[in-house]
């Protein structure tokens, strides 16, 4: 925005307006862009997913509204706002329909932090990162306020057990972040995105190509699944044990309302990833003259519509996994290797030649992996004792 | 940035004639905040739901992070808005879940019991103490034209130089009570075997 401003005030057509009108276009133009496109690519990713998974389970998705189902996003928001809005009696009606708004609104919080492109980012804040988990432990309250008011068993347990999860995987999620944080230097997404470019072809120097940075990308992506629900994860929804979890009670738009809190913010945290570990929008040929910075846009949505994509593979091909195995991967395998990783980055920044810290790094995260699954992952995964059927 | 003509400095100067000044629209920014941020303190307990009180403490840690951001100690207003809402309000609403009052109906059914003034002259006390020991403070008396130098680096730098005695004190302490957590769960999971 800040840019945008600048840019408004050189440029001899604009400088003619009010200095006022400048700084509201140049606050404007950014939140309707945010709130044009990110809205819009949650509406096609839920039509991806269907498509995706379709394929993936041998049948074609949706494909009857519009050529290839194209319209079946339109279709679906029709239906949901015109669904009747159903509350339960004995349901705390102010909480009840606080609880969808306070979904979205730390999910659309979220694009104000991601740089789309070099110098386009709508707010260039200096914590940017502590920024994006201070704002993601919001969407938390949202899970347990719709669970509680919602006055039903189903839906507190969905909301227990959503709580539990969510702020268990945002440690590893953390730390793993952290690592990013101190090889860049700076907290601000701007300067991460920056760090990482220069290199063959601009992508030598993204993060995931170091060790420490191919592990924290692993690690931040299970951990944005699991706060964002998504399964294997999705214990806080599992449709075939608690019937929706928080969200039994809500219909209509409220229940959209959550589906796009839950979906935006698994995008923003697939453009948080995009840009601390794949290098944001260096790409080949994002730093030309004229053209680098629309290259390096086109680089962006790429990388974020693949990681999309991959969380929706991974939706489709791995089952659910049971709620005390999740708190025990969580605690007793991604904490302990996101540390290992941390002191791994550190090695890497102070050994020197590049190639023998790349190598020595690489082997200490596999030695610690081997340990971590030998001795973490057993106990964090009990077989299930069948008490009487043996 | 804006450059005036005559030579004010940023806080003082008019962008354009009619215009606030960078001081007026934080103080318009400041009673708004502190309107917030005392209604959710008063509503956090003056309601009868107790759900209802933790998320008008909600909105209190929301204001307090937003009079942070307005300090420009913006480092401690995300650490505020990660901590206080993020883990201390969760935990209040599970201990709340185990309660059975919650909603208000059984039990006194005044806000405003019998002892409330011996409650009102405890806080009154409170207050003129911590008044007195803010206005006195050399921080205070140097006035709103000090600059805090408080960006991320520098207190990194602090809480490994100077102050890194009370740093690694607080990272027993914490050890301590994630060790004393897990002993009590430890329990109740040797129990039930």
């Known amino acids: 925005m800040e840019s945008l401003y600048q840019v408004l005030r050189d440029c001899s057509w604009f400088a003619k307006l009010p200095d006022g009108l400048l700084f509201w276009i140049s606050v404007l133009v950014p939140i309707g862009l945010i709130v044009a496109v990110y809205p819009a690519i949650f509406a096609y990713t839920t039509l991806i997913e269907r498509k995706a998974l379709g394929r993936i389970q041998n049948r074609i998705g949706p494909n009857r509204v519009g050529r290839w189902g194209i319209l079946q996003p339109l279709a679906d928001g029709a239906k949901l706002l015109t669904k009747e809005d159903i509350v339960p009696r004995a349901a705390d009606r102010f909480v009840h329909g606080l609880a969808p708004v306070i979904a979205v609104i730390p999910s659309l919080l979220l694009f104000a932090v991601v740089p789309v492109g070099a110098r386009l980012v709508p707010v260039d804040l200096n914590i940017g990162i502590l920024f994006v988990f201070a704002i993601s432990t919001g969407s938390v309250l949202a899970l347990f306020m719709g669970g509680w008011a919602s006055r039903n068993k189903f839906s507190l347990l969905g909301a227990m057990r959503a709580v539990a999860q969510v702020v268990s995987y945002e440690v590893p999620m953390v730390l793993a972040a952290v690592v990013v944080v101190m090889a860049a230097g700076s907290l601000s997404t701007v300067a991460i995105a920056e760090a990482q470019g220069g290199g063959i072809l601009n992508i030598s120097n993204w993060y995931v190509f170091r060790p420490w940075g191919f592990v924290g990308f692993v690690l931040f992506l299970i951990g944005a699944m699991a706060e964002s629900a998504r399964t294997p994860f999705d214990i806080p929804e599992a449709e075939s044990e608690i019937i929706a979890g928080y969200h039994t009670e809500y219909s209509g738009f409220k229940f959209a309302l959550f589906q796009l809190g839950e979906y935006l913010a698994a995008i923003a945290m697939a453009g948080i990833t995009a840009t601390m570990f794949l290098g944001g929008y260096n790409g080949p040929g994002s730093d030309l003259k004229y053209i680098g910075p629309v290259v390096g846009v086109f680089w962006f949505f790429a990388k974020l519509m693949s990681l999309i994509f991959v969380i929706i593979w991974i939706r489709g091909t791995w089952p659910r996994i049971r709620v005390d195995q999740l708190m025990g991967f969580a605690w007793k395998v991604l904490l302990p290797m996101s540390v290992v990783n941390i002191f791994a980055a550190a090695v890497y920044h102070f050994l020197n030649p590049k190639p023998l810290a790349w190598v020595v790094t690489a082997v200490g995260l596999l030695v610690a992996w081997v340990i971590l699954s030998k001795v973490g992952a057993p106990n964090a995964i009990e077989k299930r004792v069948y008490r009487y059927a043996s | ?193």
């Open chain 2, 1 to 193: 940035m804006w450059e005036c003509p005559s030579g004010h400095d940023r806080v003082t100067c008019r962008a354009r004639k009619g215009a606030p000044t960078v001081a007026e629209t934080m103080t318009y920014a400041f009673l708004i905040l502190s309107v917030i941020t005392l209604l959710g303190a008063l509503l956090a307990v003056l309601l009868r739901n107790l759900v209802h009180c933790v998320l008008s403490l909600i909105l209190f840690f929301l204001g307090v992070a937003g009079h942070y951001f307005l300090l420009r100690a913006d480092f401690l207003a995300a650490v505020q808005i990660l901590i206080y809402i993020g883990a201390v309000a969760v935990l209040i609403l599970f201990a709340i879940m185990l309660t059975r009052n919650v909603t208000g109906t059984e039990g006194p059914r005044e806000v405003f019991g019998m002892k409330w003034w011996s409650g009102g002259v405890i806080a009154a006390a409170l207050a003129a103490g911590v008044l007195r020991a803010v206005i006195n403070d050399p921080v205070s008396q140097a006035g709103s034209s000090a600059q805090a130098n408080s960006s991320v680096a520098e207190i990194g730098k602090a809480l490994v130089g100077h102050w890194v005695v009370p740093f690694e004190a607080m990272a027993v302490l914490l050890t301590a009570a994630l060790i004393g957590a897990v002993v009590i769960a430890l329990e109740e999971v040797m129990r039930r075997r």
